[in-house]
Antibody, heavy 123, light 113 residues
Framework: EVQLLESGGGLVQPGGSLRLSCAASGFTFSNYGMSWVRQAPGKGLEWVSCFSGSGDNTYYADSVKGRFTISRDNSKNTLYLQMNSLRVEDTAIYYC????????????????WGQGILVTVSS | DIVMTQSPDSLAVSLGERATINCKSSQSVLYSSNNKNYLAWYQQKPGRPPKLLIYWASTRESGVPDRFSASGSGTDFTLTISSLQAEDVAVYYCQQYYSIPFTFGPGTKVDIK
């Protein structure tokens, strides 16, 4: 059974930093692209970033480019999101999600999601 | 960026009746080299993460009831719930994964009439 468990969220002041982690189990982690998707309170879904399963291809939404960095440690089956220069508008539940196609590409639907972790940016 | 729109914003359907949700992309999400539409549908219930229902525009994910079906190509897509059940109350999102940034529609809320 695929499991994705996010951690590292919490309350941070504007301009601050947080690092989210997503511990994965139940599948061959290195074979899949992994993404972060966020959802502001009461709002819709926003794709944030993806790291391909092979190579070092990373992709970002314009809203986080230059501030957020996605990384992964295949030896630990863990995905990360380093978030710097946080803004009030980054407040959201952040979901870790697994790519559906075992081609390691990011160009895939997302067929498994974690429960999400809340990040609140406020003074 | 590809802009995804959905209609209606919300709908209320009687139990056992059909629900239809439309999704439109601002440019085609059909990749000509493999003839696949890079379009997915997700269901999100309150307080829960999204759940994949449909990928490649019309392929039902394993375990998804067959009352859920989807169709469309290029820029126009439809999700149909053939006989609405109480457990189908949720918000439904379409998403394109054709080009970065991958974008979601604003969602359609489905309720029981």
């Amino acid at each position: 059974e695929v499991q994705l468990l996010e951690s590292g969220g919490g309350l941070v002041q504007p301009g601050g930093s947080l690092r989210l982690s997503c511990a994965a189990s139940g599948f061959t982690f290195s074979n899949y692209g992994m993404s972060w998707v966020r959802q502001a309170p009461g709002k819709g879904l926003e794709w944030v970033s993806c790291f391909s399963g092979s190579g070092d291809n990373t992709y970002y939404a314009d809203s986080v480019k230059g501030r957020f960095t996605i990384s992964r440690d295949n030896s630990k089956n863990t995905l990360y999101l380093q978030m710097n220069s946080l803004r009030v508008e980054d407040t959201a539940i952040y979901y870790c999600a697994k790519g559906h196609e075992s081609v390691a590409s990011c160009y895939s639907s997302l067929n498994s999601w974690g429960q999400g972790i809340l990040v609140t940016v406020s003074s | 960026d590809i802009v995804m729109t959905q209609s209606p914003d919300s709908l209320a359907v009687s139990l056992g009746e059909r629900a239809t949700i439309n999704c439109k992309s601002s440019q085609s999400v059909l990749y000509s080299s493999n003839n696949k539409n890079y379009l997915a549908w997700y269901q999100q219930k309150p307080g829960r993460p999204p759940k994949l229902l449909i990928y490649w525009a019309s392929t039902r994910e394993s375990g998804v009831p067959d009352r859920f079906s989807a169709s469309g190509s290029g820029t126009d897509f439809t999700l149909t719930i053939s006989s609405l059940q109480a457990e189908d109350v949720a918000v439904y999102y379409c998403q394109q994964y054709y080009s970065i940034p991958f974008t979601f529609g604003p969602g359609t809320k489905v309720d029981i009439k």
